[in-house]
């Protein structure tokens, strides 16, 4: 998956892990898990707090690596829910996938901002969701977010009806 906070990137791999099937791994509950948070642990405001800093999300990235690598190996179909904002968490997915003999892809998620920023808003007042992210993540993510290069967008799936090809 790929794709800023609120794009619907769980909601389409929700759909996915029936359909394919697949095993899906979770940014936001493996970075809760590996802090030791219940899944539905809320934090007001994360972005320079040890949950969310470089280092952990570099170890988050690093443990969904590892994840999909065994499922790969025991011969399931992988699906990573995570924004993969930056170029290097992709070529480390990609890389490991090519490595395994799998068909790597990268399902890209988008909506206009004023879309996603009202989809942050619900999911927060809803409080149901593992995801803490907010407008001020989403603003950070708009600032920082790294477009697909030329070299991924070979891999890159923009519409769900793709997928049947």
């Given amino acids: 998956m790929h794709g800023m906070s609120g794009s619907g990137k769980t909601h389409t791999s929700t759909k996915l892990i029936t359909a394919l099937p697949a095993i899906r791994v979770r940014s ?34 690093k443990r969904l690596a590892s994840e999909c690598e065994t499922g790969l190996k025991a011969g399931f179909n992988m699906i990573v829910d995570a924004t993969f904002s930056k170029r290097r968490w992709r070529a480390r997915f990609l890389e490991l996938a090519r490595g395994l003999n799998a068909r790597p892809a990268i399902l890209v998620c988008s909506a206009p ?22 407008p001020a993540v989403l603003e950070q993510q708009l600032a920082h977010f790294e477009p697909l290069d030329r070299a991924e967008c070979a891999f890159a799936i923009r519409d769900m009806h793709e997928l049947a090809s």
Avoid at 31 to 43: D, E, I, S, V, W
Wanted: no cysteine.
């Fill in 113 to 134: 901002v004023r879309t996603l920023e009202a989809r942050l808003r619900q999911r927060a007042a809803a409080g149901l969701d593992e995801s803490d992210a907010d």
């Fill in 28 to 61: 936001d509950l493996e970075r809760k898990r590996m802090h030791g948070l219940p899944r539905q642990h809320h934090r007001a405001s994360h972005t320079d707090t040890d949950l969310y800093s470089p280092a952990s999300t570099e170890r988050t990235y």
